[in-house]
C-alpha cells in the first residue's frame, strides 16, 4: 500500500519538498547579505527594506524578503497543512476509489497508515526543516528586531513547525473522512486556525512565568530604557501581562476602569473631570484605590526552548491522538 500511496501523491511530497528548500536557501542567503550589511554598519541600525525610492540594494531585498516571507508562512504553512490532509482522505472518498485500496490493502488501516507515512511525516519534517533554516537567520544586531517570541519568529524555529504541521495535517486528514471534500476542506481551515489561537492562548502558561515589580507611573510614561546590555536584553522578554496590586500583592482590578486616563481628546471640563491627564494624576488615583506597585509577568529569552518543546508536545500529543477517531471511523466505511 505504501508503494501505491507514493506513486498517487509523490508529485506532491516532491514539489512541496523543493518549494520548502528553495525558501530556506532564499532565507540562508539572505542571511548572509544582512549579516555583511550589518557589519559594515556599525552601531544599532533598523533593518533594512526594499523601496524604490530610498533602498535599492541587495541587503534591502535580503530585508524585505525576509519580512514578507516570515509573516506570510507562519501561518499559511499550517493551512497548507490542513488542505493537504483533508484532500488525502476526503477525494478518494468522493470518488469512491477508497472502496478498491480497502480490497487491495491487507487491512483498511494500512490505507489511512500509508498516508501518514508517505504524505504527512515527509511534510511535517520537511516544515521543520524548513523552520529551522529560518532560525539560523534570525540577526540580532538590528534595533527593532523582536525577541524569539514574538510570534512569526516563534512558529518558524523548527520544531514546533514541524509539530503544527503534523497536527493541522491530521485535523485534515480526519476531517476528510468524515465530510466530503467541499467541507472538508474549509472545515479544516477553521479548525486549524482556532486550534492554533486555543494552544497559542496557553502558551505564556506551559512554564511558571518571571516576574517583576514596575512603578506605577510606568502604567503612563513606559519603562525606562538605559543602555546596559541588562536592559537591552529585557526587549528580549515576552511581556504577556501587567498587573496593579496593593501592598499585599492582590490584583486591585483595570486601570482603565478605576482611572481612565486621557488621550489628548477629552477637551470640556466635564470630560477632563472623569479623566486624568498625567501621570501623577494616574499615581494619585491608583494610590487612592489602593495600588501599590505593577507586577510584570513576563518570559523571559531564557524560557524560549522550555516553552517551544511544550508546545512542540502538545500539538504532537494531539495529532496522534487524532489516529483513535480515524481507525474508529475507518472501520465504518
Excluded at 293 to 312: A, G, I, K, L, N
Amino acid at each position: 500500500m505504501i508503494k501505491t500511496t507514493w506513486r498517487q501523491y509523490r508529485t506532491l511530497v516532491v514539489l512541496t519538498g523543493v518549494a520548502f528548500a528553495a525558501l530556506a536557501v532564499g532565507a540562508l542567503a539572505s542571511n548572509q547579505v544582512l549579516r555583511s550589511y550589518s557589519a559594515d554598519t556599525p552601531g544599532p541600525t533598523p533593518m533594512p527594506r526594499y523601496d524604490v525610492d530610498r533602498c535599492t540594494e541587495i541587503a534591502c531585498i535580503a530585508g524585505s524578503y525576509m519580512g514578507i516571507t516570515s509573516a506570510l508562512l507562519s501561518g499559511l504553512v499550517f493551512l497548507f497543512g490542513a488542505l493537504v490532509g483533508a484532500t488525502l482522505t476526503a477525494r478518494p472518498r468522493d470518488t469512491e476509489t477508497h472502496i478498491l485500496a480497502f480490497t487491495q490493502s491487507s487491512s483498511r488501516w494500512s490505507w489511512m497508515s500509508s498516508r501518514v507515512l508517505v504524505v504527512v511525516l515527509p511534510l511535517s519534517i520537511a516544515a521543520g526543516l524548513l523552520g529551522a533554516a529560518y532560525a539560523t537567520t534570525r540577526t540580532p544586531e538590528f534595533a527593532g528586531v523582536p525577541g524569539r517570541f514574538s510570534y512569526d519568529i516563534y512558529v518558524l524555529w523548527g520544531p514546533v513547525t514541524a509539530a503544527m504541521m503534523f497536527a493541522s495535517m491530521m485535523v485534515g486528514a480526519v476531517l476528510g473522512l468524515f465530510l466530503k471534500s467541499t467541507y472538508a476542506v474549509p472545515a479544516a481551515l477553521v479548525a486549524v486556525i482556532l486550534g492554533g489561537m486555543i494552544v497559542g492562548g496557553f502558551r505564556s502558561e506551559l512554564t511558571p512565568p518571571e516576574t517583576r515589580a514596575e512603578a506605577l507611573h510606568t502604567l503612563w510614561t513606559g519603562t525606562g530604557i538605559d543602555d546596559s546590555p541588562e536592559s537591552f536584553a529585557r526587549y528580549r522578554d515576552w511581556e504577556f501581562r501587567r498587573a496593579i496590586e496593593d501592598f499585599n500583592g492582590d490584583p486591585i482590578g483595570d486601570q482603565a476602569v478605576l482611572c481612565p486616563r486621557s488621550y489628548g481628546s477629552q477637551s470640556i471640563e466635564v470630560d477632563r473631570q472623569r479623566f486624568v491627564t498625567s501621570s501623577d494624576e494616574l499615581v494619585s488615583c491608583l494610590e487612592e484605590n489602593g495600588a501599590h506597585q505593577v507586577t510584570v509577568y513576563y518570559h523571559p529569552d531564557e524560557h524560549f526552548w522550555t516553552v517551544q518543546f511544550r508546545e512542540s508536545m502538545l500539538y504532537l500529543l494531539a495529532g496522534l491522538a487524532l489516529l483513535i477517531p480515524a481507525r474508529l471511523r475507518i472501520s465504518r466505511l
